[in-house]
């Protein structure tokens, strides 16, 4: 996991086990009050989340959760981005992998082999997004 905050503990998803930077009975709090420090707008530096506020709002509102507050919108923002960037990063390594397969068996799966050029696929993003438990399908009009 990518994270500017390096004492933040870090759970990992179900088939990795669980990783933490801090020693056993190490106090956490003031490390937890600067997290919410520097997602608070008001407080000190503005930081920038690739999410906006506006559509994390939206999309809590869609599953029925109402926030009033700044900080934990940001909160799930960033663990969007975080579970975001898990999944692109995942892409592109299924990508890398297919890129390394023989030329032959490339040609035989349907990918393009004449441009050599690391393009990450749909079906890279697919693979990748099905090791965290979700189904990416592709639209009806292109299965005709």
């Known amino acids: 996991m990518h994270t500017s ?4 503990i870090m759970v ?8 933490s930077t801090y020693a056993a009975g190490e106090d956490k709090t003031a490390d937890v009050i600067e997290l919410l420090q520097n997602l608070d707008p008001v407080g000190g530096q503005e930081t920038t989340l ?10 809590l509102a869609k599953a029925g959760v109402t926030c009033e507050d700044v900080r ?4 799930f923002s960033l663990a969007g ?3 975001l960037n898990d999944i692109v990063d995942e892409a592109c390594v299924v990508q890398q992998n ?3 397969a023989p030329l032959k068996f490339q040609q035989n799966e349907g990918y393009p082999t004449k441009d050599r050029r690391p393009v990450v696929l749909t079906e890279d993003v ?6 965290y438990g979700m189904k990416v399908y592709r639209p009806q009009f292109l299965n005709q």
Do not use: C, G, K, S
């Open 5 to 8: 905050y390096t004492n933040v």
């Open 12 to 19: 990992e998803y179900a088939n990795q086990p669980t990783t």
């Open 50 to 59: 690739l999410i906006p506020d506006e559509l994390t709002r939206h999309v």
């Open 72 to 75: 934990t919108l940001r909160l």
């Open 81 to 83: 981005q975080m579970f």
């Open 98 to 100: 297919r890129m390394q």
């Open 126 to 131: 697919a693979v990748a997004a099905r090791e």
